[in-house]
C-alpha cells in the first residue's frame, strides 16, 4: 500500500520527462487510443517470475522492459527474494548508469532506465522477525543470501516497518496528507533544479557525479568525522559513501537548508545500517 502512494507525492512529469515516457510507452503499445502522452509517472509492478528478458527488454527485435516502462517512474519489486537471483542481479548496471543496453542478432538498442526502485521483503521466510521466527538459522540465511551484496548497496534506503497495531489501524488521527508533501518534495527538486541549471545531464541529487559531490556536499569536520566513524564502524563501501552524501544533501533539501548538517548524515547513516543487522 505504502509503494503505490508513492507516485502521488512525487513531483509532476516536466514536459521532456513526459516527452521521453511517452516514446517508450508508445514503442511497446501502453498508449491509450487517442492518448497523446503520459502525463503521470510510470509505476511498474513486474511479477517475481518476471525473466531478465522482461525485466530488461529482449526479443528477436530489442524492445523495452520493465526497468525502462519505469523510466522516470517507479518500479516495485514485492516479495523480492522470490525473484531469481540473476534476473535481480541484471538491475545493477541500470540502477548505476540510468540506461540499458539489450543486443540481439537483430541489433542494438539502448533504453533509458532511470527509475527509482522500491523492494519490499520479509525479514525471514514466514514473515517474523529473526528472534520470533520459527525457521532455522541457515533458512533465514539461505532465504536472505537470495539478494546479493552488490544489489543492496546500490539502495539507498533500507527502512524497517514494524506490524501496524489494531488501536493505531483504528485510530481516527490522520497525518500530513499526499499534497502537503507532495508541496515539500516539489520545493526540494526546485532546489535541485536551481543547482544544477547549467548541468542539463543532472536532474537530480542522485546523478550526482564525483565532481558535483565535492562541490553540494561539502562537510564541516564534525560532520565528516561523524561519517568517517561510521564508514569504519558499518564497514561500508565507496558506494555507499557517495550514495549517503546524496541522501543527506536531499534530507537537507527537504528541510529548506543549504549545507549539510550532522543529523543530516545521521539520518542518511541510519538508512544503511538494517542490511548490516539482517545480512551479517
Given at each position: 500500500?505504502?509503494?503505490?502512494?508513492?507516485?502521488?507525492?512525487?513531483?509532476?512529469?516536466?514536459?521532456?520527462?513526459?516527452?521521453?515516457?511517452?516514446?517508450?510507452?508508445?514503442?511497446?503499445?501502453?498508449?491509450?487510443?487517442?492518448?497523446?502522452?503520459?502525463?503521470?509517472?510510470?509505476?511498474?509492478?513486474?511479477?517475481?517470475?518476471?525473466?531478465?528478458?522482461?525485466?530488461?527488454?529482449?526479443?528477436?527485435?530489442?524492445?523495452?522492459?520493465?526497468?525502462?516502462?519505469?523510466?522516470?517512474?517507479?518500479?516495485?519489486?514485492?516479495?523480492?527474494?522470490?525473484?531469481?537471483?540473476?534476473?535481480?542481479?541484471?538491475?545493477?548496471?541500470?540502477?548505476?548508469?540510468?540506461?540499458?543496453?539489450?543486443?540481439?542478432?537483430?541489433?542494438?538498442?539502448?533504453?533509458?532506465?532511470?527509475?527509482?526502485?522500491?523492494?519490499?521483503?520479509?525479514?525471514?521466510?514466514?514473515?517474523?522477525?529473526?528472534?520470533?521466527?520459527?525457521?532455522?538459522?541457515?533458512?533465514?540465511?539461505?532465504?536472505?543470501?537470495?539478494?546479493?551484496?552488490?544489489?543492496?548497496?546500490?539502495?539507498?534506503?533500507?527502512?524497517?516497518?514494524?506490524?501496524?497495531?489494531?488501536?493505531?489501524?483504528?485510530?481516527?488521527?490522520?497525518?500530513?496528507?499526499?499534497?502537503?508533501?507532495?508541496?515539500?518534495?516539489?520545493?526540494?527538486?526546485?532546489?535541485?533544479?536551481?543547482?544544477?541549471?547549467n548541468k542539463?545531464?543532472?536532474?537530480?541529487?542522485?546523478?550526482?557525479?564525483?565532481?558535483?559531490?565535492?562541490?553540494?556536499?561539502?562537510?564541516?569536520?564534525?560532520?565528516?568525522?561523524?561519517?568517517?566513524f561510521a564508514?569504519?564502524?558499518?564497514?561500508?563501501?565507496?558506494?555507499?559513501?557517495?550514495?549517503?552524501?546524496?541522501?543527506?544533501?536531499?534530507?537537507?533539501?527537504?528541510?529548506?537548508?543549504?549545507?549539510?548538517?550532522?543529523d543530516h548524515?545521521?539520518?542518511?547513516?541510519?538508512?544503511?545500517?538494517?542490511?548490516?543487522?539482517?545480512?551479517?
Open positions: 500500500m505504502l509503494a503505490k502512494r508513492l507516485t502521488t507525492i512525487l513531483p509532476p512529469l516536466t514536459l521532456e520527462e513526459a516527452l521521453e515516457t511517452t516514446k517508450i510507452h508508445s514503442i511497446v503499445g501502453l498508449l491509450k487510443p487517442g492518448q497523446a502522452l503520459v502525463t503521470r509517472r510510470p509505476f511498474r509492478t513486474p511479477h517475481h517470475t518476471a525473466s531478465d528478458a522482461g525485466l530488461l527488454g529482449g526479443n528477436a527485435n530489442p524492445t523495452p522492459g520493465e526497468i525502462s516502462l519505469a523510466h522516470h517512474g517507479v518500479l516495485f519489486l514485492d516479495e523480492l527474494p522470490e525473484f531469481k537471483r540473476a534476473v535481480l542481479e541484471t538491475m545493477r548496471q541500470p540502477l548505476e548508469d540510468g540506461w540499458v543496453t539489450i543486443s540481439r542478432a537483430a541489433g542494438t538498442m539502448t533504453f533509458p532506465a532511470q527509475f527509482m526502485l522500491v523492494a519490499a521483503m520479509n525479514p525471514t521466510p514466514d514473515g517474523k522477525m529473526p528472534g520470533e521466527s520459527r525457521s532455522s538459522p541457515r533458512e533465514i540465511q539461505n532465504y536472505l543470501g537470495r539478494i546479493s551484496g552488490p544489489l543492496l548497496d546500490r539502495i539507498d534506503l533500507h527502512v524497517e516497518v514494524p506490524p501496524v497495531k489494531f488501536r493505531e489501524i483504528s485510530s481516527e488521527r490522520t497525518g500530513e496528507d499526499s499534497a502537503t508533501i507532495r508541496k515539500r518534495v516539489i520545493d526540494a527538486r526546485t532546489r535541485q533544479q536551481v543547482r544544477f541549471v542539463p545531464s543532472i536532474t537530480c541529487n542522485t546523478r550526482m557525479g564525483p565532481r558535483e559531490l565535492k562541490t553540494y556536499c561539502a562537510l564541516d569536520d564534525t560532520t565528516k568525522e561523524l561519517l568517517k564508514m569504519t564502524d558499518l564497514n561500508l563501501s565507496a558506494r555507499a559513501y557517495d550514495r549517503i552524501l546524496k541522501v543527506a544533501r536531499t534530507i537537507a533539501d527537504l528541510a529548506g537548508v543549504e549545507k549539510i548538517a550532522s548524515i545521521s539520518e542518511a547513516i541510519q538508512y544503511r545500517s538494517l542490511d548490516r543487522q539482517l545480512w551479517t
